[in-house]
C-alpha cells in the first residue's frame, strides 16, 4: 500500500504517528496530540450516523480519562455505506472544530476528510455506557480553571482559555472533563428530568438518575452554594440537541420526566450536548398548579403586602396584560404596592419619540379591576428621555409603581422628577428625613446607568402618616456572557461591572437616607438580574440591607424566579433595611411562569414574588393589644 510505503521511507516514527487509534487521537486533554495530522487505519465500530457522518467507538472501549470514540465528518459515499455495528477503519484529517461566528466555544475533535473506508466486519454490538451506573458526572466544579472565591461566577472572567491550558482530564472532578471524556460515545440517561423550557434552538436541559445540586420541589436545579460557599455550577446537567433519526424532542417543562434516552456526546453552540438516537417520550409532567400566595394583606396600616413583577415588555396593546393582571390580582391578592419592570411606552416598541406610559399602565390597573372587582390602583413612573435607557429601541421600558390608596400614597410635597434630576435625602419638615423629589430618580445622570433602566425611588405614608421608603431598579442584563461550557474560565458574565456599578449608586443613595435616619424603612426590589451567588456584584449592600428570602428562612433551593439552561435562579430580589428586617418578614415567589406548560403560555420570563413587611410599630403591638414577640429582635443574618 501507498501508506505503508511512505511509513519505509520515512522510518519507525513516521508510521507510529500516522497509523493511528482513537485513543491516541483523541489524548488525555481537551485538544487533540495529532491535530492537523493525517492518520490513517482508525479503527473502530459504527454507533451512529447522521448526514454528515458517524461516529466510531474503539473496541473493546477504553472508558476512563481517554475518549474511546470519534466524529467522523464527512459524508463520502464510502462514509454513507456503512452501517451501525460495522467494524471499519479509514483515513482522515484529526481536526478541532469550532464555528467560525462562536469563538468562545470550545471545539471538537474529529476526523475529517474520511477516506480509505475498509469494512472489516458488520453485526458488532457497542453497549451504552449507562451514565449514573458505569460513569457518574461530577457534582463540582466544571472546570479546574474556575479559581476564585465564587467558582464558576468568580469575576473577573476570562482569566484563562481552556484550549491554551488544555488540562488534563479529571472527569471525576470536573464537569468539563467529565463530558470531554466522553465525547463521541454512545451513553444512556437513565430517568431523565427535564430542567427547563426547550432552548430557541430546541435544546432541552436535563439531570438524569444520579446525583445532583440544589435540588427543587419542581424537579429543577437552584443555584445554591456549595462547600466552602462556592456556588454549584450544575456540572450534572446537559442539554438535549435533536435526535439523530430526524425524530423531534417533546415539549418539555422544569420536572417533566422523559423514558431513558440514548444518544451520543457531542459539543455544540457552546455546550456538551447529548443527541439522541430517537426523541424521548415524555413519562410524565408534573401535575401541581401555582396556587395563590398565603401572604394575604392585614388591616394593620404598618403591615403592607408588596409586590415585584418584570412584566415584560408590557404595552398598552400586549396580549399578556389580563394575564399578569390575573397574577397581581388572584395569584399575589393585589399587594398594596407593586414594583414593576418593562413598563414600555405607550406605544409600545414603535421608534417614534413617545415615551409617556400612562396608556400602559391604565390598561394594566384597568385589566386588575377587571380581574378582581373593587381593586382600583393608582400608578406612578418617570420618563424617560427618548432611546436612552437600553431595551429594544422605541421601547422605552422603565419601572413603576402601582398602589392601593385606601392603603398607602405618595408623601405630597415635593415634586415629581424628571428623566434627569436627582431625587435626594434632605431634612424636610420638624428636621424629619425626606426626598427632594418624590419619586425621583437616582443619580440618573451617573455613568453607571448608561443605556440602562434608572432606579426609582419614593417616599411614602401609611393610612396613620408614618414614612417609609422605595427603590425600584431593574439593573443591567448578562448580554455578552460566555457560556458556561466554553473556553473562557471562568465564563464571562456578562456586565458583571456594570452591575456591580450600579449596587454601589444605588447603595449609596440607600446609605444617604441611613444616615439621615437610621431607623429608615427602606424596600428595595426590582430585577437585578444576578444571582446573590455573585458576592461581588453585591458587596455594597452588606450590612446596609438585609435579603428577605434570608430574613423569612426560604428554603435556598426555592429561592427562584427564573429558569435558564440549566438553572432555576433568583435574579428578582427584594432587600430591606435593618429596622424591616427587624420587624420580621414574609416572602413568597409565586412560580406562575416557571412553572407554565409552554413558553407560550408564560405571561412573562420572570416569575413574581409577594412578601410582607411592617413598615413602622404596630400601635396595637405597642400598646400590647396583641402579643407578638416571635418577630421582634429576629437574628439578622451577617450580611450577603
Ligand atoms: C490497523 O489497526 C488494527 C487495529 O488497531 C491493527 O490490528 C492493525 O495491525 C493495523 N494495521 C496497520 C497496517 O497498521
Ligand atoms: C477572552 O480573552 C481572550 C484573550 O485571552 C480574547 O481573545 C477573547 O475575546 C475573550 N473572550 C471574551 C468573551 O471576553
Ligand atoms: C432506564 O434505565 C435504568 C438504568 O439503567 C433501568 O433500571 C430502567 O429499567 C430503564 N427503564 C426503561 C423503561 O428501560
Ligand atoms: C399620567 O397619569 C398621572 C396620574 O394619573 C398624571 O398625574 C399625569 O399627568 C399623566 N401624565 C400624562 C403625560 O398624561
Ligand atoms: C428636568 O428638569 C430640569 C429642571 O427643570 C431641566 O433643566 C431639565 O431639562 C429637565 N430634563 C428633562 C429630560 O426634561
Ligand atoms: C428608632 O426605633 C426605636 C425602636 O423602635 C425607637 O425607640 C427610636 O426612637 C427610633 N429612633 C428614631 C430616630 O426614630
Ligand atoms: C461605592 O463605591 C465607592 C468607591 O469604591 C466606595 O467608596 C463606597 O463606599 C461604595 N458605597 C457603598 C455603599 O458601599
Known amino acids: 500500500m501507498l501508506y505503508s510505503g511512505l511509513a519505509v521511507l520515512a522510518g519507525g516514527l513516521f508510521a507510529l504517528t500516522n497509523a493511528a487509534t482513537i485513543a491516541q487521537i483523541k489524548g488525555d486533554s481537551f485538544l487533540s496530540p495529532l491535530a492537523g495530522q493525517v492518520v490513517y487505519n482508525v479503527t473502530g465500530i459504527v454507533t451512529a450516523k447522521d448526514r454528515y457522518g458517524l461516529w466510531l467507538t474503539d473496541e473493546p472501549s477504553r472508558d476512563g480519562h481517554v475518549s474511546s470514540s470519534l466524529r467522523v465528518f464527512g459524508s463520502t459515499v464510502a462514509v454513507r455505506n456503512t452501517r451501525v455495528g460495522d467494524k471499519i477503519s479509514l483515513s482522515g484529517t484529526v481536526t478541532e472544530y469550532r464555528k467560525l461566528d462562536r469563538p468562545d466555544d470550545l471545539s471538537l475533535t474529529e476526523l475529517s476528510s474520511p477516506g480509505q473506508v475498509i469494512v472489516h466486519s458488520t453485526g458488532h454490538k457497542i453497549d451504552p455506557v449507562v451514565l449514573g451506573h458505569a460513569r457518574i458526572p461530577p457534582t463540582g466544579p466544571l472546570s479546574s480553571l474556575d479559581v476564585g472565591s465564587e467558582g464558576w461566577l468568580s469575576v473577573p472572567g476570562n482569566v484563562s482559555l481552556l484550549?491554551?491550558?488544555?488540562?488534563t482530564l479529571q472527569p471525576t472532578l470536573y464537569g468539563l472533563d467529565f463530558w470531554e471524556s466522553l465525547e463521541g460515545r454512545l451513553v444512556t440517561i437513565p430517568n431523565?428530568?427535564?430542567l427547563d423550557f426547550p432552548s430557541w434552538m430546541g435544546a432541552i436541559w436535563v439531570r438524569g438518575d444520579w446525583p445532583v445540586q440544589g435540588l427543587n420541589k419542581r424537579g429543577g436545579l437552584t443555584i445554591v452554594n456549595g462547600k466552602d460557599d462556592i456556588p454549584y455550577a450544575h456540572s450534572e446537567a446537559i442539554p438535549l440537541g435533536r435526535p439523530l433519526d430526524g425524530s423531534r424532542n417533546p415539549k418539555s417543562t422544569i420536572g417533566v420526566k422523559f423514558?431513558?434516552?440514548?444518544?451520543i456526546v457531542t459539543y455544540q453552540f457552546g455546550f456538551y450536548t447529548i443527541l439522541p438516537l430517537t426523541a424521548p417520550a415524555i413519562v410524565s409532567v408534573p401535575d401541581e398548579e401555582p396556587l395563590?400566595?398565603?401572604?394575604?394583606?392585614?388591616?394593620?396600616?404598618?403591615?403592607l403586602t408588596i409586590g415585584d413583577y418584570n412584566v415584560e415588555n408590557m404595552s398598552p396593546r400586549s396580549h399578556h396584560i389580563s394575564k399578569v393582571a390575573n397574577h397581581i390580582a388572584n395569584?399575589?391578592?393585589a399587594p398594596d404596592i407593586m414594583f414593576l419592570q418593562e413598563i414600555q411606552s405607550d406605544s409600545g416598541s414603535t421608534d417614534n419619540g413617545i415615551v409617556t406610559a400612562n396608556k400602559t399602565l391604565k390598561a394594566l390597573t384597568n385589566a386588575i379591576e377587571r380581574a378582581r372587582k373593587g381593586v382600583r390602583y393608582e400608578f406612578v413612573n418617570i420618563e424617560p428621555e427618548d432611546?436612552?435607557?437600553?431595551?429594544k429601541p422605541g421601547s422605552n421600558i422603565r419601572v413603576a409603581y402601582l398602589w392601593r390608596p385606601e392603603r398607602v400614597s405618595l408623601v405630597g410635597g415635593s415634586p415629581r422628577g424628571n428623566a434627569t434630576q436627582a431625587t435626594e435625602a434632605i431634612k424636610g419638615k420638624d428636621e424629619k428625613l425626606s426626598l427632594s423629589l418624590n419619586p425621583g430618580r437616582i443619580n440618573p445622570l451617573s455613568p453607571a446607568w448608561e443605556d440602562s433602566r434608572k432606579p426609582l425611588a419614593a417616599m411614602w405614608q401609611t393610612t396613620t402618616g408614618e414614612h417609609f421608603y422605595t427603590v425600584n431598579v431593574h439593573f443591567s442584563s448578562k448580554r455578552g456572557s460566555s457560556p458556561s461550557h466554553g473556553n473562557p474560565r471562568p465564563p464571562v458574565n456578562g456586565h458583571n461591572a456594570r452591575r456591580t456599578y450600579q449596587v454601589n449608586v444605588t447603595a449609596d443613595f440607600i446609605s444617604t437616607l441611613l444616615q439621615h435616619s437610621p431607623n429608615a424603612s427602606v424596600i428595595l426590589a426590582g430585577d437585578m438580574n444576578e444571582y446573590l451567588q455573585t458576592r461581588s456584584v453585591f458587596h455594597s449592600f452588606n450590612n446596609l440591607l438585609f435579603d428577605i428570602n434570608e430574613l423569612s428562612s426560604v428554603s435556598p433551593t426555592e429561592r427562584y424566579t427564573y429558569v435558564y439552561e440549566q438553572h432555576t435562579q433568583e435574579i428578582d430580589h427584594i432587600f430591606v433595611s435593618e429596622s424591616v428586617a427587624k420587624r420580621g418578614t414574609e416572602v413568597e415567589h409565586i412560580h406562575v411562569n416557571t412553572w407554565a406548560k409552554s413558553v407560550g403560555e408564560r405571561a412573562s420570563d420572570h416569575d413574581p414574588t409577594v412578601a410582607r413587611?411592617?413598615?413602622?410599630?404596630s400601635r396595637m403591638k405597642m400598646e400590647g393589644v396583641v402579643e407578638d414577640s416571635s418577630t421582634f429582635n429576629v437574628q439578622l443574618p451577617l450580611g450577603l
Open 192 to 194: 431523565p428530568v427535564a
Open 163 to 167: 484550549t491554551d491550558v488544555n488540562p
Open 259 to 263: 423514558e431513558n434516552i440514548t444518544g
Open 331 to 333: 395569584y399575589l391578592n
Open 613 to 617: 413587611v411592617r413598615v413602622c410599630e
Open 387 to 391: 432611546n436612552v435607557d437600553g431595551g
Open 292 to 303: 395563590p400566595s398565603s401572604i394575604i394583606a392585614l388591616d394593620d396600616p404598618c403591615e
